[in-house]
């Protein structure tokens, strides 16, 4: 999952995507690829009392990159840190089954945010 911050911000984090990189060095069986990308910045919806986007706004901006995305993947697995709603993985979900729709789709989260 693409963290809210663009690749050219200076807060751009990419620790989630590091973190398949941990279970490639013990399988040389994983592809592991950054399809998705913010266009651009938008607000954290982890943080206690922020805002939340609306799925529309998250659809915004999220795109794939179409370089990574040849050859098609046979499994996509999403990783993310926070599943605070869930808008963030749908709107991944939907624009990554509207490229790749015969390929079997994970999510996978690190923690839950309780209201």
């Known amino acids: 999952m693409p963290p ?7 807060l ?14 013990t399988s040389a069986s994983l592809d592991r690829r950054e399809l998705l990308y913010q266009n651009r910045s938008t607000r954290s919806s982890s943080r206690r009392g922020a805002a939340r ?17 040849l050859p098609p993947p046979r499994q996509i697995g999403l990783f993310d840190d926070l599943l605070t709603s869930g808008a963030h993985f749908r709107a991944a979900k939907d ?3 509207a490229r790749f729709p015969e390929v079997p789709m994970t999510g996978i989260f690190l923690a839950r945010c309780l209201h």
């Open 4 to 10: 809210s911050k663009a690749r050219d911000d200076e």
């Open 53 to 69: 986007l609306s799925l529309e706004e998250i659809r915004e901006v999220y795109r794939i990159d179409e370089v990574l995305a």
């Open 95 to 97: 624009l990554l089954l």
């Open 12 to 25: 751009y984090d990419p620790r989630m995507a590091q973190v398949p990189a941990l279970a490639e060095r």
